[in-house]
């Protein structure tokens, strides 16, 4: 179960299972930030196959939150009245899973939301996407090489479309304050949040609903990075591509394509501007 898919099944279990263990106060943090938590092999019935469970259950079905300056996910109870997160650097490392009440805050509540209100089938392999799906080696310095010509005099604004769980910031092609990550999938944002809490921009949308309300304009993003699992008519296609001021990239697993599309969005920006001089 801790390998496979995260499914409302596994939620279910996690509800019950909480609610049924002897939660223990940590006194350590009584005056700062007060909560309890369960740990494998001192509470009663709570084993590491368990935690790992809650874990994946957690960056599911969870959304990001505060914590003075760090982003965490916290999975909220159906009450409202508590939200459980865990502070593991893997999920197969998770021991203990924390729980707080929800009327307690601690700093600044402006963490991005993940909720898309779409149910795409990545939402259940989300917690397992990165181990299924390894960097390839020399993948960065290849994707870079591929990259270079296209660059212009300052760091490129990137938007990543259909981003996943952040490949792109994975492999050190932009900086997560110049990113912005378009994706339906909660889980999926979720666990790139989770890695890449700095990330300046994340839309939970289907981006055919977004190029639909204009979300984005011509030119906006110097690099657009578009995954070729994402469906869209050829219309749609020309708009992401008029969205990009430099370079379209399209990922096709661990396979990168680049159209250089500088000359014709110079060439949209100067007709634009001759358009706008000649307006009466």
């Given at each position: ?37 369960i ?21 599911t079905?969870g ?7 760090l ?25 203990l ?84 990550g ?17 990330a ?81």
């Amino acid at each position: 179960m801790t390998e496979g898919r995260i499914t409302q099944q596994d939620l279910n279990w996690w509800l019950e299972f909480a609610i049924s263990r002897e939660w223990t106060f940590a006194r350590t943090y009584a005056e700062t930030a007060p909560h309890h938590y369960i740990v494998e092999g001192r509470t009663s019935d709570v084993t590491h196959e368990d935690m790992v469970r809650a874990a994946r259950v957690i960056h599911t079905f969870g959304q990001p939150g505060k914590y003075y300056s760090l982003t965490k996910i916290y999975l909220l109870s159906p009450d409202g009245k508590y939200r459980w997160w865990t502070e593991d650097n893997h999920f197969t490392d998770t021991t203990l899973v924390n729980r707080a009440t929800t009327r307690l805050f601690y700093g600044i509540q402006n963490a991005p939301s993940t909720v898309s209100d779409i149910e795409p089938p990545y939402d259940a392999v989300a917690t397992i996407w990165d181990v299924e799906h390894p960097i390839g080696s020399g993948e960065s310095n290849r994707v870079k090489r591929l990259l270079d010509g296209v660059r212009g005099k300052y760091p490129p604004h990137v938007l990543d479309i259909g981003c996943g769980t952040g490949r792109v910031l994975d492999l050190g092609l932009a900086s997560a304050d110049r990113y912005a990550g378009v994706d339906s999938s909660q889980a999926m944002l979720n666990v790139l949040i989770r890695k890449h809490p700095k990330a300046a921009a994340i839309y939970p949308v289907d981006v055919r609903d977004a190029l639909t309300a204009n979300a984005f304009s011509p030119g906006q993003f110097d690099w657009v990075f578009l995954d070729t699992a994402v469906e869209m008519t050829a219309e749609q296609h020309v708009q992401i591509e008029h969205i990009a001021r430099l370079a379209m990239i399209m990922v096709d697993g661990h396979e990168w394509t680049l159209r250089d599309v500088g000359e014709d969005s110079a060439k949209r920006i100067r007709a634009e501007s001759d358009s706008m001089r000649a307006a009466p």
